[in-house]
């Protein structure tokens, strides 16, 4: 080798060997197994907002009535399902032995200000606060720290998923909903090519055709539970290009040309909110006659 590579060589060791004595001062040592002792204890049935404050931008979930809401940075209904496994998970955090007790040593783990803070209330109180901080080298753990607490852990799982997130993760994404067997009749519009699939004698036709079920069960179950992928929440320069438009039972939805991307915007008659849509989704809805 050459001595160039040697002295690099050396330099990295000498960096691996200073970092695992650093992280392994006494009261910093870590184990593959759980305590049994959770980060944080709360009744996450009581739990109605949640705060979770991660590079400078804060995002505040409120219960209201029986469902969640996003009130900051926007108001927006929020997606029932994310909200209710964060709570629900921010209660489950079991941590193993305390890594680090030296508030130095916080950034190291980013449980500091850098990390992501999550507060829980129920009824006005604060129930709960801790940090989640960068993953373990195995990326199947976490290190987290209970706010108040200068004890740094390492808790099973990667937490990062469920809270740190942008305000667009905890929208409700859902376009358009309903039960697939409640359809009656789903009208295609293409420029001046309009066709129509209705159920009829408990088969779906086409101009009094049967058509494929299992293509058209598919297409019903895609168009029941069609997902954003984005949000448009600022005004559009123009009135964006329409390609096509789905109306099932009295509910149109609009496909619309985003410019510069082979992505949809979409539009429905329930709401003003315009989304972005991933080619290959908009795909699982948008057919053809001959696809029946």
Do not use: H
Not at 74 to 84: I, S
Not at 210 to 222: E, I
């Amino acid at each position: 080798m050459k001595r160039t590579t040697w002295i690099l060589v050396g330099t990295v060791i000498a960096l691996a060997i200073i970092a695992f004595f650093v992280l392994r001062q006494p009261g910093e040592v870590s184990t593959t197994e759980g305590s049994g002792t959770m980060l944080v204890s709360y009744d996450s049935a009581t739990v109605d907002r949640l705060e979770v404050n991660a590079s400078g931008t804060s995002v505040v979930l409120e219960k209201q009535g029986n469902g969640w809401m996003l009130t900051s940075p926007l108001r927006y209904r929020a997606d029932q399902t994310v909200v209710t496994a964060a709570v629900g998970k921010g209660k489950n955090i079991e941590v193993k032995n305390v890594v680090s007790s030296n508030p130095e040593k916080q950034r190291v783990f980013q449980v500091d200000s850098s990390g992501t803070l999550v507060q829980m209330y129920a009824g006005g109180n604060l129930v709960a606060a801790f940090r989640v901080g960068k993953p373990s080298a195995s990326y199947t753990e976490t290190y987290v720290r209970r706010e108040g607490s200068d004890d740094v852990y390492l808790a099973d799982g990667m937490f990062s998923y469920t809270f740190v997130q942008q305000s667009k993760d905890w929208r409700d994404k859902s376009i358009y909903r309903n039960e697939p067997d409640l359809v009656k009749s789903v009208t295609y519009k293409y420029g001046d090519t309009t066709f129509t699939l209705a159920m009829n004698d408990s088969l779906w036709r086409l101009n009094g055709d049967s058509v494929s079920q299992p293509t058209m069960r598919s297409v019903l179950g895609s168009l029941a539970n069609l997902q954003a992928d984005g949000f448009v929440d600022s005004a559009l320069s123009a009135p964006p290009t329409q390609v096509a438009l789905i109306d099932v039972d009295g509910t149109q939805i609009r496909f619309c040309q985003n410019k510069g991307t082979s992505n949809y915007l979409v539009q429905t008659s329930q709401s003003p909110q315009w989304y972005e849509v991933q080619e290959w989704r908009a795909g699982q809805v948008l057919k053809r006659k001959n696809d029946f």
